[in-house]
């Protein structure tokens, strides 16, 4: 860094980030991903693409689970193109769970903002600027994509899925009153220390999970805003919701319900 | 206080204040039109939270945005991603 450079007399150690003022916001993009090796090119390219023409500060941490795909090997073809400075590899041997990919590239993460997002381009990286603004605007601990509000919306859903994604909603807003329009969405820009925190104290799984982050974030007093995004759905073909999904979903929140 | 604690506070206030007023444990004499209506409240408040849950879902669910455009924009995103990435070196 510059100004570590100029005091010449600087203690700390070079692998130590230094704290940021508003003027060096750096946003750190966490991507877990397993067998994503179509993807993941086109996902960096967008995030590349977003993060030049808007200006901030930003690095890409790829967080694989040993995918038998060949996704490594495209990861370390990125980090080739982009530089080791923007394209982070934190790999891992093993399949092991979405809370715990956070807390892996959190550990890793220089930004003091972090951004997660999926890696299969349901989410597009063009909504991370309009975060940021909104962010700074409210100066909110976390910002949350929405499906549901304003112009926010899904790309190839069928009317089945329509009614389960409302329907769920519907039940989770009046049990849990969250103050936040999506709840399952895994969208979002948070503060690190917030991000932090709140990993510490979720102990439930997949979707459950994103919603308890934001039940929470709320408990804590943290603020939250939100940013309609459009989510396009490639993979609903693979019928990712079954009967399995829809019971731990409604275990998981009626456990919120009753212990929040 | 959990969500749970409060719906429970909650409807335990207004059940008991209903059963009060129905069988006059309080003593008021309510006309007979008002604990006719008393009586059946409990019911017709929630077959109307049926109807507003089944008619909310179903607005929601007309209304969903159908992003046909975001879809369109991102097939064209990956084909000149996947040249660039190409110029670039990647090998797919």
């Known amino acids: 860094m510059a100004s570590g450079e100029a005091s010449g007399l600087s203690t700390r150690s070079p692998r130590e980030p230094e704290p940021r003022t508003p003027r060096q916001d750096k946003y750190s993009v966490l991507l877990p991903t397993y067998n994503e090796r179509e993807n993941l090119p086109l996902i960096v390219w967008l995030l590349v693409k977003s993060f030049s023409e808007s200006g901030f500060n930003y690095e890409i941490i790829i967080i694989d689970d040993g995918s038998p795909d060949g996704t490594r090997d495209v990861a370390e073809q990125l980090e080739k193109i982009y530089g080791s400075d923007k394209i982070l590899l934190r790999p891992r041997e093993q399949k092991l769970g979405l809370g715990t990919a956070y807390i892996h590239g959190v550990k890793h993460a220089t930004g003091n903002h972090i951004i997660i997002m999926d890696a299969d381009l349901s989410h597009h990286p063009k909504f991370i600027p309009e975060f940021i603004r909104k962010q700074k605007e409210g100066n909110f601990d976390i910002v949350s994509g929405t499906r549901y509000k304003g112009n926010g919306g899904v790309y190839g859903w069928d009317l089945k899925r329509k009614i389960i994604s409302r329907g769920a909603n519907f039940i989770t807003q009046i049990l849990l009153r969250p103050g936040a329009s999506d709840l399952t ?17 979720c102990v439930s799984k997949g979707y459950v999970f994103q919603m308890e982050m934001i039940v929470r974030a709320r408990q804590l007093n943290y603020t939250v805003g939100e940013v309609p995004i459009s989510f396009v759905d490639r993979v609903y073909g693979e019928s990712k919701l079954g009967g399995n999904e829809i019971v731990s979903f409604l275990k998981g929140l009626l456990t919120l319900f009753a212990t929040t | 206080m959990t969500k749970l604690a409060q719906w429970l506070w909650g409807l335990a206030l207004l059940g008991s204040t209903w059963a009060a007023l129905t069988t006059g444990a309080l003593g008021l004499e309510l006309p007979l039109s008002c604990r006719e209506v008393l009586w059946s409240l409990p019911a017709y408040l929630l077959v109307s939270a049926g109807c507003y849950a089944l008619g909310t879902v179903g607005y929601r669910v007309a209304t969903f945005h159908d992003c046909e455009d975001a879809a369109r924009e991102l097939q064209s995103q990956i084909q000149e991603a996947r040249a660039d990435l190409a110029r670039r070196g990647m090998r797919f």
Request: hydrophobic fraction near 35%.
């Open chain 1, 185 to 201: 969405g895994s969208f979002r820009l948070y503060r690190k220390e917030v991000l932090q925190k709140l990993i510490e104290k």
